[in-house]
């Protein structure tokens, strides 16, 4: 079991930056994949990004590439995702998860593929 619980959103101008935290319990966080998916108002959740256990390979999705960079410390259970140049429709509730094992990108991307999620952080970005 692996319970994840994100933080660091908020309300930011176009063009800012904000770094989403997301902790994890438990002593096998190292063996799990992480992932951000995203779902604004209306819409379909979407993939972001996502890490391999070891940080050995990293995914983006087009729209954040260049943008948001992914990373984490498994000595201290917590994965982040750095977003800058922030736009308005960067605006949705972030989602971190986590599944054992990774993939190609078309089924690391994939929202079912993921066994654990948080509850969510709120990202506003402002024009």
């Known amino acids: 079991q692996v319970q994840l619980v994100e933080s660091g959103g908020g309300l930011v101008q176009a063009g800012g930056s904000l770094r989403l935290s997301c902790a994890a319990s438990?002593?096998?966080?190292?063996?799990?994949?992480m992932a951000w998916f995203r779902q604004a108002p209306g819409k379909e959740r979407e993939f972001v990004a996502a890490?391999?256990?070891?940080?050995?390979?990293?995914y983006y999705a087009d729209f954040v590439k260049d943008r948001f960079t992914f990373s984490r410390d498994n000595a201290k259970n917590t994965v982040y995702l750095q977003m800058s140049s922030l736009k308005p429709e960067d605006t949705a509730v972030y989602y971190c998860?986590?599944?054992?094992?990774?993939?190609?990108?078309?089924?690391?991307?994939?929202?079912?593929?993921?066994?654990?999620w948080g509850q969510g952080t709120q990202v506003t970005v402002s024009s």
């Open positions: 890490i391999s256990s070891s940080a050995g390979s990293i």
């Open positions: 998860a986590a599944r054992l094992g990774w993939g190609t990108y078309a089924l690391i991307g994939k929202d079912y593929e993921y066994n654990y």
């Open positions: 438990g002593r096998t966080f190292g063996s799990y994949a």
